[in-house]
């Protein structure tokens, strides 16, 4: 019965790991910039509020958080996908052992 589970558990998992690592990725490297950018406004803080640019810079750091959003949803998804499918042929193989015998 392992056997015939273990392929397409591993079928699976490997796609949702390639899919899973890439997005990870994409939201690191977002949330690295939005970081960035607070870590510039706070330190220079003076002439943010000199000339007036704290809406530009929030809208900066806004959209690169929205990006950390979207990425963060998309793993979420291919998680469910993931884990989803573990459940449903565990259960689909049981259900078959308890037809078959």
Do not use: H, N, W
Not at 12 to 34: E, M, N, Q, R, W
Not at 47 to 52: D, E, I, K, R
Not at 61 to 68: A, E, G
Request: hydrophobic share 55%; charged share 15%.
């Amino acid at each position: 019965m392992v056997l015939c589970v273990l392929p397409i558990v591993l079928i699976v998992f490997g796609v949702g790991v390639k899919f899973l690592s890439k997005y990870s990725k994409i939201a690191g490297d977002a949330l690295a910039t939005s970081a960035s950018v607070t870590e510039e406004v706070l330190s220079s803080i003076r002439m943010v509020q000199a000339y007036g640019a704290e809406r530009q810079l929030s809208q900066i750091y806004d959209t690169d958080l929205v990006d950390v959003e979207r990425m963060g949803y998309r793993v979420a998804v291919i998680l469910a996908f993931m884990i989803a499918t573990l459940y449903f042929v565990v259960c689909a193989v049981y259900g078959l052992g308890f037809c078959i015998s």
